[in-house]
Each structure stands twice: as C-alpha cells, then as structure tokens.
C-alpha cells in the first residue's frame, strides 16, 4: 500500500492521537521562545542585582591581579588562590545561571505542558537514515528554518547596530575615563544591548510559537481513513460488540423469566403477545410489568406460568397496548389504569376462590376489556 500523502491528511487530529503524541514525548516547541526567556531571565537578573554583581565582579578582579611576591614563588598558594577565586566566580554568577537554567526548564511546560516519556530517549535508527536526513534538509520544513534563521540574524544584527550607532558617543568616552568609570559605563552599555536582544528575541518568539503551533498540529493531521480506524479502534469489534449484546439480552432475559413464576398474572394476546404483571400494595403505585415477550418469548412466559399457576387472562387489546407502551421494570401507563384495574379485580376474585372452602362459583374472567382509543397497536395498523 502506497504511504499517505499529505494532501490526504485533511481532518484535525483526533484527542486520542494528541494523547498519544503526548505519551511518546511528541509535544510542541520553540527554541526561539527557550532563547527569549533564557536571555530574559539573565537580563532581569542583571537588572535586579547589577550594583552586586558590580561590586563583587570587581573586588574578584582586584583580588585576582594582586597577590604578595611569597605567592609569586609559591605554587601551592598560587593554586589555593586560584581555588579561591574560581569558587568566589562561581557565586557570584551563581544566581544567574540558575536563573537560566530554570527558564530552559520551565519553558517546553508554557506551550507542551507537563509531559514525562521515556519513549523519547529511546534509541531511534530512523533518525540516523542518510536519505531520511537528505530528504529533511530540502523539506520546506527545512527552507522554513532557514528563512527564520536569516530574519532572526538581520533583526538581532540591526538591534545591536541601533545600539551601537544610539551609543557611540559614550563608547568613545570610555577611552579618557578611569577604570572604575569606564567599567560602569560599558556595564550599562552592555546592558542595554542586552535589553535590545531580549526585545527583538520577543518578537520572534511572538511570530515562531505560533507557528510551531500550527506546525504541530498539522504534521499530526489524519486522513478519513485513520479517522474511521480508530472508531472502530475505540468501539470495538463490531462481530464482539454484537455478541456482547447478544450475552446481555440472554442474561437480561433470563432475569426477566425469573420474575414470571412471582407475577400476579399474565396478559395475552393470546399467541402473540404475553405480559406478566405484578402489584403489592403499599410497595407499589401501580401494577408493574416484570416480564413481556412476542412469539417464542410469549410462549415461555406462558408456560412457565401455568407451570407455577400463575393466571393467565386473554385480552389481546390490553396485551398489545402493554407490550407497547411499557418496557419491564416500567409501572403500567396511566391511560391503562382503568383495563388493568379490571385484570387485577379478577386475580383478587381467583385468590379468594382459592381460599374458599367450596361452595363458591369460581369468577369469570372479564371479557372484552376496553382500552383508550390509539392505545391498541392492533387497531391502529
């Protein structure tokens, strides 16, 4: 099968790939976003403790290139001395880097969110296939980077030629003023250049997180065709969902037999339909059906009644209506009240005949129970 091309992939990623792109570590990003908060971070930092850093940069300096003549003629305190003043450079810049270090770290979580995989620091042998890599390097992708490359050289080289056209004068000035001055001075020039980088870092950031964005999303974009795969992915089987439903009718069914043998009595149509109804008073608002079948079902509920001599009442109307109207588990429809009641007063009468000690003629079933008009299936087709 020929691979999909990208005209193909016309549909949005689904949250199912996006979850998955996540697992595998395959998130957005933007180095030019990482580069801005880094520089900025180390320019605020700048800002904050630029009196400190002045004041210790150089009293490190002066310790530095002034040492007595024993230490001259003496290695071991030359190195004691160098020891010391790595460790003083190291505070020093300390707060900086750890700064940086926390803005490179914290950036990947503004546009990819929190995300640990270890699939992305497994080994890949297709990130090392020469013609893969050909292919990337002339990918429009590629030529994108380029061009992003090359305005980002031209917007930072014109940042700092701004500056440093803005500060010639005082950069000339450095050379007729004392050391201290002069450090000062170019201090704040260095500054703010650093400043001017971190702002036009921003506006390229501005322009690039979008379009990693965009990049993101439309290098996971699908086809129609993986669209319909991972529905039927998530769904299932189509042949296992259709027997799972089969298993939970059957078991559905079996409970709803189990119910048979307690019900009050069981309505028929008299072939057709069988619905078997049940009522306890002071439990129940109204009778409720337990069990309803058509054909062969009809036929078990039948049996299985005159099996625990459960009634059985033929009033197909009734039958019909209920079946329809009511699913089991369901109290009988208002509308029917009235032809049930009927039913119901007929079961008490049988109950008390059972009872009897004899000499009581036994209660005629009701004939011809009514139900509202519309209700009847029957009549309506």
Same mark, same amino acid.
């Given at each position: 099968m020929a691979e999909e091309s990208d005209l193909e992939r016309t549909e949005p990623a689904s949250s199912r790939r996006l979850e998955k792109a996540r697992e595998e570590g395959n998130v957005p990003q933007s180095r030019e976003l990482m580069a801005f908060m880094v520089l900025a971070a180390g320019a605020g930092a700048f800002w904050v403790l630029g009196g400190w850093l =002045?004041?210790?940069? =150089?009293?490190?300096?002066?310790?530095?290139? =002034?040492?007595?003549?024993d230490a001259a003629f003496d290695t071991s305190l030359m190195t004691g001395l160098a020891v010391s003043l790595t460790t003083e450079?190291?505070?020093?810049a300390g707060p900086i880097f750890l700064l940086a270090m926390a803005a490179a770290m914290g950036t990947p979580f503004m546009i990819g969110g929190a995300v640990i995989s270890a699939k992305a620091f497994q080994l890949d042998f297709a990130r090392m296939d020469p013609a893969k890599g050909f292919a990337r390097m002339f990918s429009w992708q590629s030529v994108a980077e380029l061009v992003k490359a090359v305005l980002k050289a031209l917007l930072i080289g014109g940042v700092l030629y701004w500056v440093v056209i803005h500060e010639q004068d005082r950069l000339?000035?450095?050379? =007729?003023?004392?050391?201290?001055?002069a450090l000062i001075s170019f201090a704040r020039v260095l500054l703010y250049s650093f400043l001017a980088i971190v702002v036009g870092l921003a506006v390229i950031a501005a322009i690039d997180v979008p379009f990693q964005l965009w990049q993101y999303h439309d290098r996971l974009k699908m086809t129609v065709e993986d669209l319909k795969r991972e529905v039927r992915e998530s769904e299932g089987d189509p042949h296992l969902r259709a027997r799972i439903r089969s298993q939970q009718r059957e078991l559905a069914r079996s409970r709803m037999m189990s119910e048979v043998p307690r019900a009050d009595v069981v309505v028929t149509n008299p072939t057709h339909f069988a619905v078997a109804l049940?009522?306890?008073?002071?439990?129940?608002?109204?009778?409720?059906?337990?069990?309803?079948?058509? @054909?062969?079902?009809?036929?078990?509920?039948?049996?299985?009644?005159?099996?625990?001599?459960?009634?059985?009442l033929e009033a197909p109307p009734l039958a019909r209506a209920l079946h329809r109207y009511a699913d089991v588990g369901d109290q009988i429809p208002a509308a029917l009240y009235t032809a049930v009641?009927?039913?119901?007063?007929?079961?008490?009468?049988? @109950?008390?005949?059972?009872?009897?000690?004899?000499?009581?003629?036994?209660?005629?079933?009701?004939?011809?129970?009514?139900?509202?008009?519309?209700?009847?299936?029957g009549t309506a087709e």
């Open positions: =002045s004041q210790r940069s =150089s009293g490190l300096l002066r310790h530095g290139l =002034s040492f007595s003549r450079a190291f505070l020093i000339f000035a450095l050379l =007729s003023q004392p050391v201290e001055t049940k009522y306890e008073s002071g439990k129940m608002g109204a009778p409720v059906i337990v069990a309803k079948g058509m @054909n062969l079902i009809a036929q078990r509920i039948r049996d299985l009644a005159d099996e625990n001599h459960v009634p059985i009641a009927e039913v119901m007063a007929y079961v008490y009468q049988l @109950n008390r005949f059972a009872m009897s000690a004899g000499g009581v003629l036994p209660p005629v079933a009701p004939a011809d129970i009514a139900v509202p008009a519309g209700m009847d299936p």
